[in-house]
């Protein structure tokens, strides 16, 4: 007999901002999963926070780049099961458009952060690759 009980989810928020240029900025992660990989700036939602405003906040604390939260737009859901190595998790991706790359200070999750060209990214945690793909070509999540 199987189960119909499904593991809990856990929400996440992710910000992907893109530049007039062309760069994106990216932060190399401070802890499992994927220690040490390049990832966009995101987190766990808090309680009380909406989406949208933990993908604003987590991109302040990750990188020092502060997007007021109505210059985003809601990208859509990426849940994939499997997408995160701790279990079932989704993440509500949002993008923005700045006009020139802010200098970036890496901080709390954030060994490192700095802007990448949309045409040479590194090697990418979870599927960030894809959401990338999604917010530069207009696509949007499943």
Known sequence: M????????IRTADAVVLSADGH????KRRWAPFE???????GHI?????DLAAAARELA????????????W????YDE???????????????ATVAEPLTPTPDDDALEARWFPLDDL????????????DATRGGAGV
């Open 2 to 9: 199987t189960s119909n009980i499904t593991p809990e989810t």
């Open 24 to 27: 994106i900025p990216l932060i």
């Open 36 to 42: 040490g990989c390049w990832a966009l700036p995101g």
């Open 46 to 50: 808090d309680a009380g926070e909406t």
């Open 61 to 72: 604390e990750e990188t020092g780049i502060t997007v007021p939260a109505h210059e985003f």
């Open 74 to 77: 809601q990208m859509g859901a």
């Open 81 to 95: 099961p499997g997408r995160d190595p701790r279990g079932r998790y989704e993440t509500i991706a949002y993008t």
């Open 122 to 133: 590194p090697e990418l945690a979870f599927d960030h690759h894809r959401i990338i793909t």
